[in-house]
């Protein structure tokens, strides 16, 4: 039987594709019916990937074979051919033949995807033996390939990083051996974010998002002090203090933010971006495969939906400002401080794209809920968003909603628990702009709050953000006749979120905004009159054909007041357009339908 597997892998190997071809099914055949041979198989095929005079055909041959779901099913069983696998194919770069690479690359994809997890014998033996390698040793192997220290090809840095990954996350399940490796991987993929290479950025960033967890950061000071007793705390704080070495190296932070930037691709011709994610276009299918695999996984954001087409098409990736709370609440506020100094550059820029990475790093600050010092940074994080409300660029006005709306996202798996400065985003916002501003600035403050409102949950409101609502609602009443459609345009849609959330908190506690509001004031100025507004609209639009001599000052004020009529109707408008779009037009049916007339009288 072993002379019979032997020719046959051999024949696997011939020069011939179709000899190769045949030989190859009836091999892995017998290697399914055999288990105890693969392992050898194993080991003659990854030497012939490191070896560098093997033939092409030789390649195609092995790496055809290596494939099979025979051969990966058993390297979830055994530690020698899984440590020869992996390194055999992080060892043969040096092969020039395209379709050598294209097999190799091909199979370290298929591998990837098929990935389902190392044995436990192999974490039973951490150090290598005689005759086995230890899961340790063959972590040591990975980091001695030097990355991007000598001339590693950059794709098998990708791959190389990628195992890295793959490793420690299979040993999530050994505590000693996790906590042994953790502070050094995060660290190494940390370092990875202001990489030349675009590919390894993005990596790094499925990585941290995947590596960094809660953290006493986020806790008391004396559940700090608690946690010290528990060892996964105690690793947790280890990580932390070695990312806080990297992260105080001169420069890191700014070089840090200046790469991200670069993975915004941003289109001239309509200031949105034209890659699906960052660097992706200029990826090949096999490198999105390796790059990308987590971020298909992960929970998507934002979870409510996104229908607010005012402040539509931006870059915004929440997945780097998860990066930059998670750095923040597994380092405390070091990394807070590092941000701030880093930030003053970008918040400053007038380029889109740091722009894009300045809004994330402030999401991520915003949404941390770090202990220490949190009045000092507040201040300054709220001075920061006041400047970027009042900025006359409208450009980047996407990815700041998209900030806001991230910073104000509820946390836990409901969305219940607000964040810890919600009630200051929300005071910022609600605080007037001045009346000198140019009308675009309001319309985007008025956006910002749209999207603030959207992200409170209407069942779980406190008693400060029912206020925010009436005092937000009285506001956008009051200057519904705008001399800007750009602003009234605005104001019908935040109208539309802030009225929905009324409605809905009504609906869980009926009467909780009764002492404070009336019953439903909003809903009698907003329909109260509104078909004798349209009825007066079209006289006086038909009384303009028949003009009669009368006082200028007279007719003036009557000009402007059916202005004002008009303008409000249109405000109206834009109200119900919203309701429509927002899938709340339940809530609001009977206000839809007590305006749907006036509206449409006016044609």
Known sequence: MVNLVK??????????????????RSLTKMLKRWPSL???????????????????????GSCSILASQTVLRHLTTDSASLSSFIMGILGSSHHESIKCQKAITELFVKYNIRFSGISRSFFKNSQSLADRPGFLGLFSQINALGFETNSLHWRYNLMANRVLLLLILASRSEPDIYSQILAETAGHFLRNLKSQLPHSRMLAISALNTLLEGSPHKASVEDSQQSLDHPEECNILSTGTLLNDIIQEEGFMNDTLNSLSHVHIISDSDGSSKASYGASSFQSGSDKAITYFYFDFSASWPCTPSWISLVGG?????SFAKIFKRLIQQCGMPVMSSLQTALEEFLSSKERSRQCVAAEAMAGMLHSD????????????MLQLQKVVLAPSVESVPEWASCIRYAVTGKERSGTRAPVLRQKVLDCLCTAVPQSVATSVLAKRYSFLSVALIEISPHKMSPAEEQYHVTILNELLDNMSH????????????????????????????????EQTGNEYWYKRLTDGATELSVSIQNNSQSKQLELASDSST???????????AKRMETIFHFMIASLKSGRSSVLLDVIIALFYPVLSLQ
């Not at 046959?8 to 030989?23: C, G, K, P, Q, W």
């Not at 931006?314 to 929440?318: A, E, K, Q, R, V």
């Open 38 to 60: 693969i392992s050898d198989c194993v080991l003659t095929l990854t030497e012939n990937l490191r070896d560098s005079k093997a033939l092409e055909h030789v390649v195609l």
């Open 370 to 381: 770090v202990s220490g010092d949190l009045e000092s940074g507040s201040d300054w994080l």
């Open 314 to 318: 931006g870059t915004f990736y929440s």
């Open 555 to 565: 007719a003036n004020g009557l000009d402007n007041k059916e202005e004002a009529d």
């Open 7 to 24: 020719d046959l892998l051999d024949l696997s190997l011939h020069n011939y594709e179709t000899v190769r071809s045949y030989a190859g």
């Open 483 to 514: 001399s800007s459609a750009q602003v009234r345009e605005a104001i019908g849609v935040a109208m539309c979120v802030a009225c929905s959330n009324v409605r809905l908190a009504g609906a869980r506690s009926p009467g909780v905004l009764t």
